[in-house]
């Protein structure tokens, strides 16, 4: 069994390198009987599941003949995919993780979510994902013509754009009061978002690793495999 992590591949049809890459992965990892984790963004917006295009079409199918060898596919909602809910996974067998899930492999326990909830010094768009992500606001939202959703989902991405300009760096990453409340109960704790790539030696040696981000210009990102003895790989993928 190969356990499978990856995260912020920010996939869109303005982006076909990425989807290209992503479909690569399922076929490389195809017959690797594998656990695949994609621990939020995975798209770089989501309108929602009732959303269809060709493009989505290709990746739903490459899923399904991923997971028809016996593959299974998690997923945790990012800041880009939020709206993303079990309907859509049900076309291929996918699985819908909470916000923060564990993992058992072999001795460790591992913590997984997608990372924003730890960078708690951006008070500002803490603020934003607890109003946007209000259930009552989501069902109300779901149920919006799809055009209205795509201008609204085009203006969010404009907005962040702008704002992570205005933002210094570090406000944008982890606080690391967060991050050992996070390791207090697990041996090592697994995200992304912050598209800073590493694996960290945390309190009580415990380890944080980062995924990385997948870049469309060097087609590669920084992908994790474990395997069911708990050894790690933390490697470029290229694509």
């Known amino acids: 069994m190969t356990y499978l992590f990856i995260s912020d591949l920010h996939l869109s049809p303005n982006h076909p390198r990425l989807v290209r890459g992503f479909l690569a992965l399922l076929q490389d990892y195809q017959q690797k009987q594998t656990q695949l ?17 060709a493009w989505l079409d290709e990746i739903v199918q490459a899923l399904q003949e991923f997971t028809a060898q016996g593959n299974q596919v998690y997923f945790q909602v990012g800041n880009r995919d939020f709206a993303l809910s079990q309907k859509f996974l049900n076309q291929f067998s996918g699985h819908l993780l909470p916000e923060i899930a564990t993992l058992k492999i072999h001795n460790q326990l591992y913590r ?13 768009y803490q603020r934003f994902k607890k109003i946007i992500r209000n259930p009552v606001l989501l069902f109300i939202l779901r149920r919006t013509p799809l055009s209205f959703r795509k201008k609204l989902a085009d203006g969010f991405r404009q907005k962040s754009h702008e704002s992570k300009q205005e933002k210094h760096y570090d406000i944008m990453d982890v606080n690391q009061q967060a991050v050992d409340a996070a390791l207090k109960d697990v041996d090592v704790l697994i995200h992304g978002h912050t598209h800073r790539p590493m694996i960290h030696t945390e309190i009580n040696h415990k380890q944080r690793i980062v995924l990385g981000d997948w870049r469309e210009k060097t087609g590669e990102a920084m992908i994790l495999e474990i395997d069911e003895q708990g050894q790690q790989q933390f490697k470029h993928y290229k694509f």
Request: net charge negative; with cysteine; glycine share 10%.
């Open 37 to 53: 984790y994609i621990l939020g963004d995975w798209f770089n917006a989501w309108i929602g599941d009732d959303n269809r295009s």
């Open 112 to 124: 997984l979510e997608h990372g924003d909830a730890l960078c708690t010094d951006d008070v500002a």
